[in-house]
């Protein structure tokens, strides 16, 4: 029972989306599965699906760069001896 309602739900989303159509002439009913729309439709998705992990992998390429340099600022300032004149840090 669930196989079928499932099967009937995924007919029904196709259809609303512009995947399978009905159409009834006399005495006759088809459905007709618009592959030419499915095609172009998923290739617009993994191009899309492209661009989201380009940019998520720009995202973290920048924010890695950026920790490297904040962690390199920080060791510099630790490993700088101090100006002359300068009172050692209060403990």
């Known amino acids: ?5 499932t099967i009937v739900i995924l007919v029904l989303i196709c259809a ?3 995947w ?4 009834r002439d006399e005495g006759r009913a088809s459905m007709t599965i618009e592959t030419h729309t499915i095609e172009e439709d998923t290739q617009e998705a993994v191009q899309e699906g492209h661009e989201v992990l380009r940019e998520a992998g720009e995202r973290i390429r920048e924010e890695f760069h950026e920790e490297q340099r904040e962690e390199a ?3 510099a300032i630790q490993e700088s001896p101090p100006p002359e004149g300068a009172r ?4």
């Open 16 to 18: 609303l989306i512009g």
């Open 20 to 23: 399978i159509s009905f159409s």
């Open 88 to 91: 050692p840090p209060a403990r």
């Open 73 to 75: 600022l920080e060791e």
């Open 1 to 5: 029972m669930r196989a079928i309602l």
